[in-house]
């Protein structure tokens, strides 16, 4: 592909949360590490109604206060403001002048899912679609299959994929990217990675928030489009798929959307058995009360704050693997965690003593870490035969890593996206093989007249979540 860094960032929705939260903190970042080129101008636009002098004072109040104020003021320098209401196609004209060189353009679109057509027409129709401009997305893409398509075509017939920048944003987090390193890099595990050895896998994604001012939005998604969809089918993706032959982002993608294509379906006849919705009721999250959702939202809903699957991968390496995966709002802990299960030994020459199979425990959340339980020998005499114990050999990445600082996701895939490199962003095949599964499971849910269960805040779900691993002999790894 061969592109080259670009000139010129423009950035949609530049007053919004995700901008002032994310994605200035995270080119302030990558400024104050040199890793920006030196000519990279950002241009920033939104429907209010700023001069570039008050958007740079905008920007600034989102910046580390013991920032160095040289590097703050080289920042700023950067920034530019052009308002533009992008359901007015007019408009487009104007932010296009403030691009000189559309040979080298980034956009990052972080708009309201109604406004991309109209945003992606507009930039087409000024010039800003041409050979050297990329556009990254951000998600929700559509909520279904269909309304995906719409926006892909949308996209596709202005840009081309190997121009389009899908952004997941926990494709930008340490560890995740470590998955591959892990697997890949050390001849200890790729061996073992397939069902022969593996009994299942947990990825359990929680948050204690409730809707934080999101409500409409959120209960238009659901857990399972809001999460499942994208995030969590990233991570089976990224766990499953076979070695690729390179590092390249074809290689790379091609193999994680083989897995995502043999999800089994979960679909009328299965979703019973496979999968569980849940929605929180009041409850108490660290001691502290708070509403259930309903009450969040102020209307009677019966959208999922809480979902749990059974999933398999229909391939060679893991037939007969589960791969159990829950989410949900208003959970116990913020956590985001895979467990590696492996088989136990096939034969204990311990007598009595009970032996731990192996796990491997993955953090993301909040913080990134990687544990390998073991069995060893306990100190002592062992009068009474060997006395085992289950230590845990810790890879913490903090520790082992204590001279990085630790990233926000967004700088690497700004980072990337300014460079122009796509391996951490999603391709449209593999979203569509995304929607695909997930469509099933809702019309599934529909087709049975599946209600989401009611459980109290500060608990992982219902107890059907809990039965959905017990009835197989397995606990959630809590």
């Given amino acids: 592909m061969g592109m080259s860094a670009c000139t010129h960032l423009l950035l949609f929705g530049a007053t919004g949360d995700l901008a002032r939260r994310m994605l200035l903190p995270s080119l302030f970042a990558l400024d104050t590490e040199g890793l920006l080129p030196q000519c990279l101008r950002i241009i920033a636009t939104a429907r209010s109604a700023h001069d570039d002098a008050s958007f740079q004072a905008l920007a600034a109040d989102t910046l580390p206060e013991a920032a160095d104020p040289q590097a703050r003021s080289r920042f700023l320098a950067r920034l530019s403001y052009v308002a533009l209401d992008a359901s007015d196609q007019q408009g487009f004209a104007a932010l296009a002048e403030a691009v000189p060189d559309r040979g080298n353009l980034a956009i990052f679109l972080s708009t309201a899912p109604a406004l991309f057509g109209a945003t992606i027409a507009g930039l087409a129709s000024a010039g800003l679609a041409g050979p050297g401009a990329r556009l990254a997305l ?3 893409l559509g909520d279904s299959l269909a309304a995906s398509r719409t926006i892909n075509d949308a996209v596709a017939a202005a840009y081309p994929e190997d121009r389009t920048f899908r952004i997941d944003h926990y494709l930008g987090k340490e560890t995740v990217q470590n998955l591959m390193g892990f697997r890949f890099a050390n001849t200890l595990f790729e061996p073992l990675w397939n069902a022969a050895h593996i009994a299942h896998v947990q990825i359990s994604i929680g948050e204690t928030v409730g809707l934080e001012g999101r409500g409409d939005y959120y209960d238009g998604m659901g857990a399972l489009r809001d999460m499942v969809q994208n995030h969590m ?16 982002p074809a290689s790379v993608r091609d193999e994680k959307v083989k897995v995502l294509r043999s999800l089994r379906p979960i679909d009328a006849a299965s979703v019973e058995a496979c999968s569980v919705r849940g929605q929180y009721t009041a409850g108490a999250i660290d001691g502290v009360a708070v509403p259930g959702y ?5 209307r009677a809903s019966d959208t999922e704050t809480f979902v749990a699957l059974k999933a398999y991968v229909d391939n060679w390496r893991w037939k007969g693997v589960p791969f159990y995966l829950r989410t949900g709002k208003r959970a116990p ?23 731990a199979a192996n796990k491997l425990v993955i953090t993301l959340q909040p913080d990134e870490n990687i544990r390998l339980s073991m069995m060893a020998k306990a100190p002592g005499l062992d009068q009474d035969g060997l006395k085992l114990r289950e230590l845990p050999l810790d890879i913490g990445l903090p520790n082992a890593f204590a001279e990085s600082r630790r990233r926000i996701a967004y700088e690497r895939l700004l980072l990337d996206l300014i460079e122009g490199r796509q391996t951490l962003f999603v391709r449209r095949d593999e979203v569509e093989a995304q929607w695909q599964w997930i469509d099933a499971i809702r019309a599934g849910w529909a087709a049975r007249g599946m209600a989401a269960r009611p459980h109290s805040a500060g608990t992982w779900g219902p107890s059907a979540a809990i039965a959905l691993t017990e009835r197989d002999d397995v606990t959630w790894h809590d």
């Fill in 294 to 298: 309903t009450a969040d939202l102020g």
């Fill in 138 to 140: 951000e998600k929700p």
């Fill in 333 to 355: 802990e913020r956590l985001s965690e895979i467990i590696v299960q492996f088989r136990a030994v096939p034969h204990s020459i311990f007598g009595a003593a009970p032996l």
């Fill in 233 to 248: 089918l990233q991570l089976v993706a990224l766990l499953a798929m076979e070695p690729p032959a390179r590092l390249d």
